[in-house]
C-alpha cells in the first residue's frame, strides 16, 4: 500500500523559463514530491523568482551529473523514487523543423 514519493531532477547549462515550466508541469503529473534542475550559469532573476512561485529548486553545480548521482544516493530508498528528465530533449522537441 505504501507508493514511494517521486524526485524528479534534471540539469542544464544555463536554465531557462521554459525549462522551468517544463520541470514543474512534469513534477505535478508525476506527483512528484521534489523537483531540482542542477546548472552550472546563473539564471536571469525571473528564471528563479519562477522556479520560486512553481516550487522547482534551481541547484549551482560544475558537475551536474555528480549532483545527480548523489540524489540517486540520497534518495533511492524504499521511501523515494528519483526520475531524471532531460531538458535537452524537451528544447529539441520544440525545435522548428527545417
Request: glycine share 2%.
Amino acid at each position: 500500500m505504501s507508493s514511494k514519493q517521486r524526485v524528479v531532477v534534471s540539469f542544464a547549462e544555463k536554465v531557462g523559463i521554459m525549462d522551468v515550466s517544463y520541470m514543474s508541469e512534469t513534477a505535478q503529473r508525476l506527483e512528484a514530491r521534489h523537483s531540482l534542475i542542477f546548472y552550472k550559469k546563473k539564471p536571469h532573476d525571473n528564471v528563479i523568482r519562477l522556479s520560486k512561485e512553481e516550487n522547482v529548486e534551481l541547484i549551482e553545480s560544475s558537475n551536474p551529473s555528480k549532483e545527480i548521482k548523489k540524489i540517486n544516493e540520497r534518495f533511492s530508498t524504499d521511501r523515494y523514487e528519483v526520475t531524471v528528465k532531460s531538458l535537452e530533449d524537451m528544447r529539441a522537441t520544440m525545435m522548428d523543423a527545417m
